[in-house]
C-alpha cells in the first residue's frame, strides 16, 4: 500500500460532481504541508478531494452486478464470475489501499488543520460562518473516514483460517510505512464499533440534512448537499449493523444483532421524520428526499445514456439484465410469475407486470419512459432480425440476453436527423445511501429477530410488513394480497424480502455483496437470456437461452485480501479457503 508523506492532494476546484473521465480531468495540484497548514480554504481540499472516490460509480456498480445472476456486459464474458477467484485478481483489491488512502488523508486533516484550529476565514467578522465549518469539516472526516472503514469491512471481512471472524486493522493516526507493515486485523465486532464511534461523533457535528438558502444556514445551507450529513450517518449506522447481522458475519445467529440492526434502521426512519411513502422514481431529480446521501451532480450529462440506450435509440447497450432478473419481477398484483394466482402469460410475458418492470428494463416492443401513451421513441425490436437485435441498427451492438437496462436513464433524443429542439442532457444523480435500502434493512432485520412479520415487538413503531408494504406500493401495489400471504410466517416473508429487495436495488451493486451476506451466492443460477422471433402475424415467440455459467463456491461467501498487501504485511491473516 503507498503511504504518501508530506504530499497532500488538492483538488483546486469545488466538488461539484461529474462524470468518470471528467474526473479524471480535474485539475489536481500537490501542495506541500507548510502551504496547507497556514491556507484555511486550501486546507479543506484534504476533505473535499475524497468525495470524488465515491461519486458517479455507476460503471463500478454495474461491474459488480455481472458477478451476479442479475445481468452480463453486452461485449465480453464475465470470466470472475465462472472460473478461478484469487488475492491477485480480485476485482475489489482497489479498496484497500484507497480505504487507507482515504483514511490516512483524514487523519492529516485532524492532525495538520482540525487540531491546529485553522480557521478558514481569517478576516473579522466570520465567526458564526468558521464555528460551523470548523465542525462540518470535522464531522464530514469522520464520515468519510466511517465509510472507508466500512468499504474495507464489507469486502473484506471473514474468517481466518481459524475460524475468528476478522475485519480489518483499525488505524488510529498517521503511520510510516513500516508501522502500517506491522499492523494485525482486527476482530470484526471491534471493526463494528470503531466505524459507529466514528459515525456518532459525525452525528454530533453535521447537520441532519442540508437546506435553506446560505444566508439564513451558513455551511448548512441546501447549497451543500452532497456533503456528508447527519441523516448519511444514521444511514450508514444501520447498513453496517444489517451486515454484522447477517449469516455470513454473524454464524451463530445471535438475534441481538437483527435486533440492533432493526433499531439503527428505525433510528433513522424516525430522524428522516417517520415511515413514509417513497417518491416516484425519477433518476433526474436533484431534491429527491429519499436520497439521503447523494453525490453532487453533473448538470449537464449523457454519458449515461449514449452507454446503455439500445441501438436504435444511438446507445451501445452496454449492459445486459438476465431473463433471470426479468423472471424476478411479479405480475402487476403482486404475485410471482410462477404463483397459481398470477395473471402472467407467457405468450405475452412483458403485459401486466410490476411497474418496476417497465421503468428498469427495456425489453422487446418497449417504447415507453413516462408518456401517457407509451410513444417516447419507435418500438424496440430486439427480436431475431430486428433494429435492436446484433446486426441490426449497428452491425457491432446488441444485447446477450434480449434486454438493455433502462433504470437511472432519462428521456433524452439523439437523433441527428431531428430538426427540432430536443432535450440531449440532463442532470444525473448518483445515490450512495438512499431510503429504499433502509427500509428493506429495517424489513429484515425485524423479521430474522422477531420472527413475525405482522406483529410489532415491543421497542419498535412500525412492523416489518408495514414497511415492506411501503417498497411495494410504490410499485403500483395499493392492495397486495400476496404480501398478506408472505408475512404469515418468517420464512416466506424472507424469500419475498430477498426477491423485493433483488429489484429495489438491482444495478447498484448491492447483490453481489447481499448473495455473499445471505452465504446464498454458491447456490446461484447460470444466467439466462431470451431469444425472441417475430412470427407471421406479427406477434413473437420466446425461447430461453443460456448465456454464462455462474461457478461460485462457499469461500466466495468472503473475499480474499490482495496479495500485495500479504507480501508487505505478513501479520495479515488470510480469510479462510483462500
Not at 163 to 177: A, K, Q, R, S, T
Not at 463 to 479: H, M, P, W, Y
Amino acid at each position: 500500500m503507498k503511504l504518501t508523506n508530506k504530499i497532500l492532494t488538492i483538488i483546486t476546484l469545488t466538488i461539484g460532481i461529474t462524470s468518470c473521465s471528467e474526473f479524471l480531468e480535474d485539475e489536481i495540484q500537490y501542495t506541500r504541508e507548510e502551504v496547507v497548514t497556514t491556507s484555511g480554504l486550501k486546507s479543506r481540499g484534504i476533505i473535499d478531494d475524497i468525495y470524488t472516490d465515491y461519486s458517479f460509480r455507476y460503471t463500478t456498480d454495474f461491474s459488480n452486478e455481472y458477478l451476479t445472476d442479475n445481468g452480463v456486459a453486452n461485449d465480453t464474458e464475465t470470466i470472475l464470475a465462472t472460473g478461478y477467484w484469487g488475492p491477485t485478481n480480485n476485482p475489489y483489491n482497489y479498496v484497500w489501499q484507497q480505504s487507507y488512502d482515504n483514511i490516512r488523508q483524514i487523519y492529516q486533516y485532524i492532525d495538520l488543520v482540525h487540531n491546529q484550529d485553522l480557521q478558514v476565514y481569517l478576516s473579522e467578522g466570520n465567526q458564526i460562518l468558521n464555528e460551523r465549518l470548523i465542525d462540518r469539516y470535522y464531522g464530514e472526516a469522520l464520515f468519510l473516514k466511517a465509510w472507508a472503514e466500512w468499504e474495507l469491512l464489507k469486502v473484506f471481512g471473514g474468517p481466518s483460517e481459524s475460524g475468528e471472524m476478522l475485519g480489518f486493522p483499525i488505524v488510529n493516526g498517521i503511520l510510516e510505512n513500516e508501522e502500517y507493515a506491522s499492523l494485525s486485523r482486527n476482530t470484526y465486532d471491534e471493526c463494528v464499533t470503531q466505524i459507529m464511534e466514528d459515525l456518532d461523533i459525525a452525528i454530533a457535528k453535521l447537520p441532519l440534512v442540508y437546506e435553506g438558502d446560505e444566508n439564513a444556514n451558513p455551511a448548512f445551507s441546501a447549497t451543500e448537499t452532497g456533503r456528508a450529513s447527519g441523516l448519511a450517518a444514521y444511514a450508514l449506522k444501520a447498513k453496517v449493523a444489517l451486515y454484522a447481522a447477517s449469516p455470513a458475519f454473524n454464524p451463530s445467529n445471535d438475534l441481538s444483532k437483527w435486533e440492533l440492526a432493526a433499531s439503527y434502521a428505525q433510528e433513522l426512519i424516525v430522524q428522516n421524520g417517520g415511515l413514509r411513502s417513497l417518491q416516484s422514481f425519477d433518476f433526474d431529480n436533484e431534491t429527491n428526499s429519499d436520497h439521503i446521501w447523494r453525490m453532487r451532480n453533473d448538470r449537464n450529462n449523457n454519458a449515461l445514456e449514449k452507454s446503455l440506450y439500445p441501438p436504435s435509440l444511438f446507445g451501445s447497450g452496454s449492459v445486459n439484465p438476465s431473463q433471470n432478473l426479468i423472471d424476478a419481477f411479479p405480475d402487476a398484483n403482486g404475485y410471482p410469475i410462477d404463483n397459481g394466482l398470477s395473471t402472467y402469460n407467457n405468450t405475452v410475458p412483458y403485459v401486466s407486470r410490476d411497474e418496476r418492470f417497465y421503468k428498469f428494463v427495456f425489453y422487446n416492443d418497449d417504447q415507453c419512459f413516462e408518456s401517457a401513451d407509451c410513444s417516447d421513441f419507435n418500438a424496440l425490436e430486439i427480436y431475431e432480425g430486428g433494429m435492436d437485435y446484433y446486426g441490426g441498427f449497428n452491425n457491432s451492438l446488441g444485447t446477450r440476453t434480449g434486454y438493455y437496462l433502462k433504470k437511472y436513464l432519462n428521456n433524452l433524443n439523439f437523433d441527428p436527423s431531428v430538426t427540432t429542439a430536443v432535450t440531449t442532457t440532463l442532470p444525473k444523480v448518483y445515490v450512495q445511501l438512499e431510503l429504499n435500502d433502509i427500509y428493506l434493512g429495517y424489513a429484515e432485520a425485524l423479521n430474522e429477530a422477531f420472527g413475525e412479520p405482522s406483529i410489532l415487538p415491543a421497542g419498535f413503531n412500525f412492523t416489518a410488513k408495514e414497511v415492506l408494504a411501503k417498497i411495494r406500493q410504490r410499485a403500483g401495489l395499493s392492495t397486495d394480497p400476496y404480501l398478506d400471504i408472505s408475512a404469515a410466517n418468517q420464512s416466506d416473508f424472507r424469500n419475498l424480502l430477498k426477491n423485493e429487495r433483488r429489484i429495489e436495488l438491482c444495478f447498484a451493486g448491492e447483490r453481489f455483496h447481499d448473495l455473499r451476506r445471505w452465504k446464498d451466492i454458491d447456490n446461484i443460477e447460470d444466467i439466462k437470456g431470451v431469444k425472441i422471433s417475430k412470427n407471421s402475424d406479427d406477434t413473437f415467440s420466446f425461447e430461453n437461452i443460456d448465456v454464462e455459467r455462474r461457478n461460485y463456491e462457499a469461500k466466495n461467501y468472503y473475499l480474499p485480501l490482495p496479495y500485495s498487501e500479504l507480501l508487505i504485511n505478513t501479520n495479515l491473516k488470510q480469510n479462510q479457503g483462500w
